[in-house]
């Protein structure tokens, strides 16, 4: 039994999409999660910028001693993956653009698929990359929807602007009769409804943080470092660089049950060890 927390990190809230699914697949692990809410968006950010970002996180949660890391950001996953790898040597570190594509290609009868995400992750190609490695023969028709992650983040999840938003957003990605759409950032499946809606029923919506999620359960199992499920006293801790009450209200809320939340200035942090 591995007592080692997952660590999970995102440039905001989005994040906690994949804990959810965690909560659900694996309740007695322990989690820490990190959410850059400070400075959010990351989308719209230099790719330097988003590789500094991203390092400091990285190496905050392996300074609590994570068994495993997860990139449950796109953008960071799209730009700094190999870099947080490096950073974690023997610690497995996964992503949501690994998981969102092999379910993606998986899912799609047409082999027409589409993919939503930040400016910065559709620029990058990464899931069209991956996916092709996977099957050369499928299409990818990407779209950037950048306001989507301060809507989420402002907690308009129905909001009538939301809606509007989306169907502009999505038009052209309908107009390629994909089957399979990704939510190419953990900020997405909170708009689910509102974007299922502008896709129809017949288009098979890919949540890429509970993909991830699911192949964490795999991981751990492989490598034996779960936790038991007989184990009860699970801790979990979160922390961002924002307002402490404005990320707790919408944790609650999203999560269905409460939680501790810490603020942690990286700088200062990082620069004290």
């Known amino acids: 039994m591995d007592k080692r927390a997952i660590g999970v990190f ?10 959810r699914r965690l909560h659900a697949l694996m309740p007695q692990e322990n989690i820490i999660y990190f959410g850059d809410t400070a400075r959010v968006p990351y989308g719209v950010k230099s790719v330097a910028t988003i590789e500094h970002f991203t390092q400091q996180i990285a190496d905050f949660l392996l300074q609590q001693q994570v068994k495993v890391l997860i990139i449950a950001c796109n953008t960071m996953a799209a730009v700094a993956s190999q870099v947080v790898k490096e950073k974690a040597g023997a610690i497995p570190v996964l992503d949501v653009i690994d998981a969102g594509a092999r379910a993606a290609v998986v899912e799609s009868r047409s082999r027409a698929i589409g993919v939503i995400g930040t400016p910065t992750t559709v620029n990058s190609n990464a899931y069209a990359r991956r996916m092709h490695g996977l099957d050369s023969g499928v299409r990818v028709y990407s779209q950037a929807c950048p306001l989507f992650v301060p809507l989420v983040e402002e907690g308009w999840l129905e909001h009538e602007v939301t809606r509007l938003t ?3 957003y999505l038009k052209p990605v309908l107009a390629e009769n994909v089957d399979t759409l990704v939510l190419g950032c953990t ?3 909170l708009l689910r409804p509102i974007i299922q809606n502008v896709m129809g029923k017949g288009v098979k919506l890919i949540d890429s943080g509970a993909e991830c999620a699911r192949d964490i359960s795999v991981l751990l199992n492989y490598f034996e470092i779960n936790r038991s499920r007989e184990v009860e006293d699970k801790t979990e801790e979160y922390y961002t660089t924002a307002s402490v009450l404005g990320f707790k209200e919408i944790a609650e809320q999203w999560l269905g049950e409460e939680v501790a939340v810490q603020h942690v200035d990286l700088d200062k942090e990082l620069e004290n060890d």
Request: proline share 6%; hydrophobic share 30%; charged share 10%.
């Open 10 to 19: 995102d440039s905001g809230l989005g994040g906690l999409t994949a804990v």
């Open 166 to 168: 989306a169907q502009e």
């Open 187 to 189: 900020h997405y499946p």
